[in-house]
């Protein structure tokens, strides 16, 4: 069985400039989520969807950030334009309903210079 | 807001030694608190858990316990291999969400 899909698995842009990553979650998971960990610090939680619909974005820094699932598919977060403090890791995770184990992929490490 | 703290951020032991994580959560409706490790170029993965109604699991060389009380639970690991070694992460998350609060990670190393 494939694991979780992420792509690029690193990415390095310049201040201002947009970076889309993606996400290939485990066939037949419902679920799918964003995280994100910035150097040292936790991985904190940016949104989660159900099939194609957020269920909780809470944890979106601000209106840079657009997610979006496709027909409940494969997932793509942008962020435009860029600004230093959004480096990190991107992590997205995935499982089926009922259940609470996380798949997560190798992340997205994102470097804004 | 919710958090989770954890301790130390780096431990270093000798191949053989016990080494033990720990976490303290803020939240008291949080119910279910996961261990994940994660290994250099792979993302986390889970490795042991707990539910609030028990006070310890065990799995093998890993063992986690919990205490509700003081909103403290913690991860063991007996005679450690280099293979240990990765960044671990607790977590806790209250009932009916699937939004994990993230402890800031140990960094174990384990010295042949």
């Known amino acids: 069985e494939a694991g979780v899909t992420q792509f690029p698995s690193h990415s390095v842009i310049e201040k201002g400039q947009t970076v889309t990553l993606r996400c290939d979650p485990i066939?037949?998971?419902?679920?799918l989520y964003w995280y994100r960990r910035v150097m040292g610090k936790e991985i904190k939680f940016l949104l989660h969807?159900?099939?194609?619909?957020?269920?909780?974005e809470s944890g979106m820094p601000n209106n840079r950030f657009l997610a979006e699932r496709t027909g409940g598919t494969y997932s793509t977060l942008k962020v435009q334009p860029a600004e230093l403090e959004d480096s990190g890791v991107y992590f997205c995770?995935?499982?089926?309903?009922?259940?609470?184990?996380?798949?997560f992929g190798s992340g997205t490490q994102l470097s804004v210079l | 807001g919710e958090n989770v703290e954890q301790h130390p951020s780096t431990l270093s032991v000798q191949e053989g030694d016990s080494a033990v994580i720990k976490c303290t959560y803020s939240d008291s409706a949080s119910n279910y608190f996961p261990w994940y490790k994660q290994e250099l170029g792979k993302g986390p993965q889970l490795i042991i858990d707990i539910r609030s109604n028990v006070g310890e699991k065990k799995d093998q060389r890993i063992a986690v316990t919990l205490n509700k009380t003081a909103k403290h639970f913690s991860l063991h690991i007996t005679e450690t291999q280099p293979e240990d070694s990765a960044v671990y992460f607790c977590?806790?998350?209250?009932?009916?969400?699937?939004?994990?609060?993230f402890g800031t990670g140990t960094r174990l190393k384990v010295l042949a």
């Open positions: 977590a806790a998350s209250r009932p009916g969400t699937y939004k994990y609060i």
């Open positions: 066939s037949g998971h419902d679920n």
């Open positions: 969807f159900v099939k194609e619909s957020k269920q909780d």
């Open positions: 995770a995935s499982n089926p309903t009922g259940r609470e184990k996380l798949f």
